[in-house]
């Protein structure tokens, strides 16, 4: 197989010399803001970081780390509805009818909010490279805890 590419490099290496091939020229990388200058390699973020700072320069990232800052945007809102459930949870009387109800919506707001920021995250960490990339999910259940735990 001398001469051929499949003896000279791996296959996906030819894959991302062809697509980089392809992207020059479409012009692609033309007048792009870090044209001209060098890299800076110092940062130490492994393996991969050259590729991802590319991308991110060029302002495209890969479908996993697009997903990862999508999450890391939405989970103050995750977060805020639990504090306000656990707020709530402090000093309405679960027993008074229209305080059961309020404390229900918000028990139920939270819930949505990490059943659905969790789906994004089982998503982000089917798609990401590694293990030591993947996020940690929000309990769905720790409104319901704290609904059950005995006041102080």
């Known amino acids: 197989m001398k001469g051929s590419w ?18 020059q020229e479409r012009g692609l990388f033309d007048n792009l803001a870090s044209q001209g200058k060098p890299l800076q390699l110092d940062d130490g973020s492994g393996k991969d970081w050259l590729a ?4 991110r320069e060029s302002g495209v990232l890969p479908d ?16 805020e509805a639990l504090h306000e459930f656990a707020a709530a949870a402090s000093h ?6 229209g305080h059961a109800a309020l404390l229900r919506r918000l028990e139920v707001r ?3 909010l990490a059943s ?6 089982d998503e982000h960490n ?5 293990m030591s ?19 102080r």
Request: net charge positive; hydrophobic share 40%.
């Open 64 to 79: 996993w780390l697009q997903l990862r800052k999508e999450i890391h945007a939405a989970r103050p809102e995750v977060v």
């Open 126 to 130: 089917l798609r990401c490279p590694s």
């Open 6 to 23: 499949a003896g000279d490099m791996w296959w996906w290496e030819r894959l991302i010399e062809d697509r980089i091939q392809t992207a």
């Open 110 to 112: 939270y819930v949505d």
């Open 133 to 151: 990339h993947e996020l940690v999910r929000f309990q769905e259940d720790a409104a319901a805890r704290l609904r059950r735990r005995p006041a």
């Open 92 to 97: 309405l009387d679960p027993y008074h009818p």
């Open 52 to 55: 991802n700072h590319l991308l």
């Open 116 to 121: 659905e920021i969790n789906r994004r995250i």
